[in-house]
Nanobody, 120 residues
Framework: QVQLVESGGGLVQAGGSLRLSCTASGSILSIDEMGWYRQAPGNHRELVAR???????YYTNSVKGRFTISRDDAKNTVYLQLNSPNPEDTAVYYC??????????????WGQGTQVTVSS
C-alpha cells in the first residue's frame, strides 16, 4: 500500500511565500516523476510543475519564475515553493508520484489535496 501525504497549505498574502510538501510512504521500490497539479473552483485540474527522476523541472507558464519544485529522494518527498503568489494561484494543490512497487509495474499515486488561498 502506498500513500502520499501533503502538508503546508493555508492562507498566504499576495507577495508572500508558502512551501508545500508531499511525502510518499509504503511499499515503494523507486519513484520516477513527481509533481503538482492544482484545481480552482470551476476549473479543470492543471499541471503546475513536475520533476522526473533525472532532476529536470517543468513549469506551467503562469508560475515560471515564482514557483520552484524540488525533491528529496532519500525522503521520498517533493516540495513546491510558492514565492510571490497572487490570488489567481488560489486552488487545491495535489501532488502525485509515479511509483514502482515492483520492477515491472508502476502507476501514479495522488495526495489528498491541500488548499492554498492567496489574499490580495
Amino acid at each position: 500500500q502506498v500513500q502520499l501525504v501533503e502538508s503546508g497549505g493555508g492562507l498566504v498574502q499576495a507577495g508572500g511565500s508558502l512551501r508545500l510538501s508531499c511525502t510518499a510512504s509504503g511499499s515503494i521500490l523507486s519513484i520516477d516523476e513527481m509533481g503538482w497539479y492544482r484545481q480552482a473552483p470551476g476549473n479543470h485540474r492543471e499541471l503546475v510543475a513536475r520533476t522526473p527522476s533525472d532532476g529536470t523541472t517543468y513549469y506551467t507558464n503562469s508560475v515560471k519564475g515564482r514557483f520552484t519544485i524540488s525533491r528529496d529522494d532519500a525522503k521520498n518527498t517533493v516540495y513546491l515553493q510558492l514565492n510571490s503568489p497572487n490570488p489567481e494561484d488560489t486552488a487545491v494543490y495535489y501532488c502525485y508520484a509515479d511509483i514502482f512497487t515492483n520492477p515491472y509495474n508502476h502507476r501514479a499515486y495522488w495526495g489528498q489535496g491541500t488548499q492554498v488561498t492567496v489574499s490580495s
